[in-house]
């Protein structure tokens, strides 16, 4: 699968954001290594420590079907330019990295950029 189509279910599942307290929609996509794909989007909750983020949810449904490496993720935000996962996100993608690592997809007026993991969280922590 391109990238290019990655982004493309990222921009769909961002149109189902739940995000009414921050109005910032966020969609991810994640890429594993059998060739799925798993899709999600941010979910707020009025008591907003419970928000779960795009990626999080993208990943929870890729584990749910018993898949557990993720070679590219895709995120995107109509309300950002190249917007990346969060620290916490990071370190959960950290956990289902495939064996050749992960590459992270963003995309901007600039078209798509993509950088590995590994740039993102340095020393990411592992048992
Ligand atoms: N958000 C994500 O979905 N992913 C990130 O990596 C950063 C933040 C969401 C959480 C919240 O609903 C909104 O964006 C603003 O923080």
Redesign the pocket.
């Given at each position: 699968m391109d990238y290019q189509e990655l982004i493309d279910k990222a921009i769909k599942a961002s149109e189902k954001s739940y995000?009414p307290?921050?109005k910032?929609a966020?969609g991810?996509c994640v890429l594993t290594t059998d060739g799925n794909t798993y899709c999600g989007c941010?979910f707020?909750n009025s008591s907003f420590g419970l928000?779960i983020?795009?990626?999080r949810n993208a990943v929870g449904s890729a584990i749910a079907e018993g898949e557990r490496k993720i070679k590219a993720i895709a995120?995107y935000?109509p309300n950002a330019q190249y917007?990346?996962?969060?620290g916490a996100?990071r370190q959960v993608l950290n956990e289902f990295k495939s064996d050749e690592g992960m590459d992270v997809i963003t995309c901007g007026d600039n078209g798509i950029k993509v950088v590995k993991l590994e740039e993102l969280l340095p020393e990411g922590f592992n048992l």
């Open positions: 995000s307290y921050s910032f966020v991810a941010n707020e928000t983020c795009a990626e995120v935000s917007c990346y996962p969060c996100c």
